[in-house]
């Protein structure tokens, strides 16, 4: 079977197990790095704007992606597989397409209730409101490749689709 190497972005949610899981899969690889797009938006200390918060917001998700897909450029230009975690607009799928080219979106879906079950059990980042904002706008996102629900699978079950759906889209 062969394999190019090439890059997974894993979106979703909060508490669709973007995290969780891109660090598994990553895991799985014989070479691999993980990305959590948060972890570079936080990057910026002072001046931080969450991807929500209007025009400053809209710039630091943009920049963030161009951060991100350049460190993935980086892996991807030496033989190295990335998985990268980000939650993504239509305009930040495009932009990932843009500066990725070949990447693979996989969108990970989850019910309100189950991401909100999965979610008390992890240190809160996020209102209770921009939890819920964040999750209904994950429905307005349509240029994912393929979608896995994971609200009925365990995270080992999540990991084995994802690697199948990756290892299937690279043959």
Known sequence: MGWDVRAL??????????????????GERPLAAFIDVDDVRHLVVSGHA??????EGLRQRR???????AVAGNFLRDGIDVVIADVLTDAT???YRE?????????????VGEAERRAGTRAAHLTAAEFRMLHERQGEFTVGDIQVDTTRLS?????ARVIEVWVSQNQ
């Not at 894993?10 to 969780?20: D, E, I, Q, R």
């Not at 500066?99 to 019910?111: C, K, R, S």
């Open 63 to 69: 920049l963030g992606v161009r951060n991100g897909c």
């Open 93 to 95: 799928a495009e932009l």
């Open 155 to 159: 995270v080992r079950e999540v990991v």
């Open 9 to 26: 972005v894993l979106t979703g949610g909060p508490a669709a197990g973007k995290s969780t899981v891109g660090r598994l899969v990553a």
């Open 50 to 55: 969450a991807p929500w918060e209007g025009a």
């Open 99 to 111: 500066l990725l080219p070949g990447v693979l979106i996989l969108e990970l879906v989850v019910e």
